[in-house]
């Protein structure tokens, strides 16, 4: 079936440490809070390996989204359809750019901007479940031009210096992320069969948890 972060102020305190060790009584949680668990000894970690939420934490989970048809020249219901022509003047991909990463990118756009109605940004995001199919005549989903997408969005800053990492687009140099963002969400990608719609290629569902209130 296919369905049955660094800091958000005062809300999520990330940590990097060996498993089993006890992270100074911040398990579980104080209320309204989160704590993210990172791999240990890494800088750039792109994955946290769990998030503990604290009772009474305001959280808001988004619906499956997919990438917006905002490529009127390519036909409907085509994977090209789903290129955001925003990023991509007239639909063309860079070199190096699959159609994945592509849709990837669109489909982290619209998450933005759904977040944002409900008063929350990238940042805010702790969990995030990813269902990938394969592009036409691919025999498996393109999970390196998800990933490359994913980091222009998340995990992008260097847990020593909080400065950001610089991310490939595509085979091109790595230069800076698209939006600079230390939160690491815990995260699974699945290869399904078929998506919702004709020539989605990525759709993400994320959980998000409002930064709790100075006292």
């Known amino acids: ?21 006890v992270a100074g009584g911040l398990f579980p949680p104080r209320p309204g809070t989160t704590v993210t668990l990172l791999p240990a000894g890494q ?3 792109s994955i946290a390996d769990g998030v503990a939420i604290g009772k009474g934490t305001a959280l808001y989970k988004t619906s499956g989204l997919g990438p917006a048809a905002l490529n ?5 219901g085509s994977e090209a359809r ?15 750019v699959t159609i994945t990463e592509a849709q990837g990118i669109n489909v982290l756009r619209r998450i933005g901007e759904n977040l944002a109605r409900a008063g929350l940004t990238y940042q805010d995001v702790i ?4 269902f990938l199919q394969n592009p036409a005549g691919q025999e498996r989903m393109d999970f390196n031009g998800w990933n490359r997408a ?15 990492v610089l991310v490939p687009l595509g085979s091109a140099a ?4 698209m939006v ?21 290629l990525v759709e993400v569902e994320v959980d998000a948890a409002y930064p709790a209130k100075n006292e």
């Open 1 to 21: 079936m296919r369905r049955s972060a660094i800091l958000v102020p005062a809300a999520v305190v990330l940590l990097a440490i060996p498993t089993g060790a």
């Open 127 to 130: 969990s995030m479940r990813v």
């Open 43 to 45: 800088d750039n970690p």
């Open 174 to 177: 790595p230069a800076p992320p």
């Open 180 to 200: 600079v963002n230390p939160a690491r969400p815990s995260r699974f990608a699945l290869e399904i069969e078929n998506l919702p719609v004709n020539g989605w």
């Open 72 to 76: 009127p020249a390519a036909p409907a």
């Open 150 to 164: 994913y980091r222009q969005f998340f995990a992008n800053t260097s847990l020593l210096t909080g400065k950001p």
């Open 82 to 96: 789903y290129i955001d022509t925003e990023v991509f003047p007239g639909g063309v991909l860079p070199p190096g």
